[in-house]
C-alpha cells in the first residue's frame, strides 16, 4: 500500500459518518447481519441495500470479519500462488508485471481474484482467466486503444474503465507499455 493510499484510508475511516451518515461501528454491526457468506456478494449486498460502494463497504467488511478468508491481506504470496497456477495466463502476469516494475514509485496489490498495482491510487490490475488468457484492467478510457472495451463487473478498482482480455506474452506490446504508462500517469 503506497503512502498516499495509507493516508486516504486513515482519513476515510476518520471521515466515514460524515461521509456515510453512520459512524464505521454501526456499519460494522449492519455487516454482521448480512446473509452473505462471501466477500463479493457481501459488497454487492452493501450497494445494493445500503448504497454504500467497494471502498466504503471493503472498509466495514474488514473491520467486521477480520479473520475470513479473502479479508486479511497480509499474506499477498500465498494470494499469488493460489491465483497465478496456469503457466500460460502466468507467462502473461510476468511480461505485464515486468513492465509495471519499469515505472517509478508503484505498489503491487495482491487479491484473491488479482494482482494489482498503484502509483498514488490503482492503476492497473490482472487476473488470469480461463484457457491460458489474462484478463488487464487499466485507468484509461477504452477509446484509449482498439483493443480495448469497457470494463464492466470486473471486482476492482472502479477506477479502471478499460480492459482487454491478452492471449499470449506477445500482446503484452508497445500499445500495451503505453497503456500502462498512460494509466500510471493518470493515477
Same mark, same amino acid.
Given at each position: 500500500?503506497?503512502?498516499w493510499q495509507r493516508?486516504?484510508?486513515?482519513t476515510?475511516?476518520?471521515?466515514?459518518?460524515?461521509?456515510?451518515?453512520?459512524?464505521i461501528?454501526?456499519?460494522?454491526?449492519?455487516?454482521?447481519?448480512?446473509?452473505?457468506?462471501k466477500?463479493?456478494?457481501?459488497?454487492?449486498?452493501?450497494k445494493?441495500n445500503?448504497?454504500l460502494l467497494?471502498?466504503? +463497504?471493503?472498509?466495514?467488511? $474488514?473491520?467486521?470479519f477480520?479473520?475470513?478468508? =479473502?479479508? *486479511?491481506?497480509?499474506?499477498p504470496?500465498?494470494? #499469488?500462488?493460489?491465483?497465478?497456477?496456469?503457466?500460460?495466463?502466468?507467462a502473461?502476469?510476468?511480461?505485464v508485471?515486468?513492465?509495471?516494475?519499469?515505472?517509478?514509485?508503484?505498489s503491487?496489490?495482491?487479491?484473491k481474484?488479482?494482482t494489482?498495482?498503484?502509483?498514488?491510487v490503482?492503476? +492497473?490490475?490482472?487476473?488470469? $482467466?480461463?484457457?491460458g488468457?489474462?484478463r488487464? =484492467?487499466? *485507468?484509461?478510457?477504452?477509446?484509449a486503444?482498439? #483493443?480495448?472495451?469497457?470494463a464492466?463487473?470486473?471486482?476492482?478498482?472502479?477506477?479502471?474503465?478499460a480492459?482487454?482480455t491478452?492471449?499470449?506474452?506477445?500482446e503484452?506490446?508497445?500499445?500495451?507499455?503505453a497503456?500502462l504508462?498512460?494509466?500510471w500517469?493518470r493515477?
Amino acid at each position: 500500500m503506497s503512502e498516499w493510499q495509507r493516508k486516504w484510508f486513515a482519513t476515510g475511516v476518520a471521515n466515514f459518518e460524515k461521509r456515510t451518515g453512520k459512524p464505521i461501528e454501526e456499519w460494522v454491526k449492519i455487516a454482521r447481519t448480512c446473509p452473505e457468506t462471501k466477500h463479493r456478494a457481501r459488497l454487492k449486498w452493501f450497494k445494493d441495500n445500503h448504497g454504500l460502494l467497494q471502498n466504503s +463497504a471493503s472498509m466495514v467488511l $474488514r473491520q467486521a470479519f477480520p479473520n475470513e478468508e =479473502g479479508m *486479511a491481506w497480509d499474506e499477498p504470496g500465498k494470494l #499469488r500462488r493460489a491465483l497465478w497456477t496456469d503457466p500460460a495466463s502466468t507467462a502473461i502476469f510476468e511480461k505485464v508485471e515486468q513492465l509495471v516494475k519499469a515505472l517509478p514509485e508503484i505498489s503491487n496489490g495482491q487479491r484473491k481474484g488479482y494482482t494489482s498495482w498503484s502509483h498514488k491510487v490503482q492503476f +492497473a490490475a490482472v487476473r488470469p $482467466r480461463p484457457k491460458g488468457t489474462a484478463r488487464l =484492467g487499466l *485507468a484509461v478510457e477504452p477509446s484509449a486503444d482498439p #483493443r480495448l472495451e469497457p470494463a464492466k463487473n470486473e471486482g476492482w478498482s472502479e477506477r479502471l474503465k478499460a480492459a482487454v482480455t491478452l492471449a499470449s506474452p506477445a500482446e503484452v506490446d508497445a500499445g500495451i507499455v503505453a497503456l500502462l504508462k498512460q494509466a500510471w500517469e493518470r493515477s
